[in-house]
């Protein structure tokens, strides 16, 4: 049989309610009776019952984390850093995490309705922000707890943590330029994409500052993946034949696609680093163990997705935030790739 308050407290010649209130840390139990009852607890094999104190507190401890994708995300290694860093703090603050991955659009939508309806979870995290967001419009108008991985165009003072994607993209484009490219290809992200329109603009804008003309040819529309980026430097190749013409140098809009422009390159007989250079974002684990080695513009991926729970937390628990708003700056990682 489980022990049970009472037995706790029959033990300790107490009130259920005595032991109860120092087993949840309320102050105005005696520092000398918490630690009796703590030890008394312990030593006995008292496990609290959950469900009774989250139907006492109205809450679940349990955090939403829905992963938009249309196929299987958990070998996308960039969520394996930001799933790593989510739940670790969770469990810091004894939260759990409750996490799906769903198509965006009509499944994608009634994850979210079920799961604030339904009240699975205490809060959620957004991430892969769109431009007109239409789950930061919803959580908004239901007063849900939510906090964003990146900044979005509905308006509202709702709490994101993010990247500056235009500083990054254009220190990696300038690092290029530096190294004496002029023909600079862009694997752009889907244009729906918030972060897609800031990393696009610090492209250009790396090339305007160098006196580099805009060649609509050199860029093109990659789907995040490795596949997506293998099939568009396969079409960069395929546009630009001649060695006269072809891009010497590659700025893809996440590591992963970077990682298969270096594959569609080197199948084409040519040589990462020497022939043409490759650079990508977000410095997720595999960059550095590529061949060869991919530089990369780093984004701390795990210290984000803890920063992200870190805040939704104190949201739930209604705790006030010392920001908001924290954009962070990103670091170029200069590897043998380019």
């Not at 829905?66 to 989510?86: H, K, T, V, W, Y």
């Not at 603050?93 to 996490?99: I, Q, S």
């Not at 396969?234 to 546009?239: F, I, Q, V």
Request: charged share 20%; with cysteine; glycine share 8%.
């Amino acid at each position: 049989m489980p022990v049970t308050l009472k037995d706790v407290a029959q033990k300790l010649d107490l009130s259920i309610t005595t032991v109860s209130r120092a087993l949840a840390g309320y102050s105005d139990v005696a520092a000398a009776t918490r630690q009796r009852v703590l030890s008394t607890a312990e030593e006995m094999g008292y496990v609290p019952n959950v469900t009774a104190r989250h139907l006492r507190q109205q809450r679940t401890d349990t955090i939403g984390f829905i992963i938009p994708s249309e196929g299987p995300r958990f070998s996308d290694p960039f969520f394996n850093e930001l799933m790593a860093g989510l739940g670790n703090e969770a469990a810091a603050h004894e939260f759990d995490v409750l996490v799906s991955i769903h198509v965006p659009g009509v499944e994608e939508e009634a994850a979210y309705r079920r799961m604030v309806y339904g009240r699975r979870v205490d809060g959620v995290v957004i991430v892969r922000i769109r431009h007109d967001d239409w789950r930061i419009r919803f959580l908004q108008q239901e007063a849900f707890p939510f906090v964003c991985f990146g900044r979005s165009e509905v308006p509202g003072d709702y709490p994101y943590i993010g990247v500056d994607g235009t500083l990054g993209m254009y220190l990696l484009t300038r690092h290029f330029i530096e190294s004496g490219h002029q023909r600079i290809a862009y694997i752009a992200a889907p244009p729906h994409f918030f972060f897609a329109t800031d990393r696009k603009a610090g492209f250009r804008q790396a090339l305007a500052e160098a006196g580099i003309p805009l060649e609509k040819e050199l860029e093109i529309l990659g789907d995040l993946t490795q596949q997506g980026g293998y099939l568009a430097m396969k079409e960069l190749l395929s546009r630009f034949p001649s060695a006269d013409t072809k891009p010497t140098a590659i700025a893809a809009c996440n590591d992963l696609m970077a990682l298969g422009a270096m594959a569609a390159i080197q199948d084409a007989g040519l040589d990462v680093g020497e022939d043409i250079a490759v650079g990508g974002f977000d410095d997720i684990p595999p960059a550095a163990h590529s061949h060869p080695p991919l530089t990369t513009v780093r984004q701390p991926i795990y210290q984000i997705g803890a920063q992200v729970m870190r805040t939704l937390v104190q949201l739930v628990q209604h705790e006030p935030l010392a920001q908001r708003h924290i954009v962070l700056e990103p670091e170029l990682v200069i590897r043998k790739s380019g």
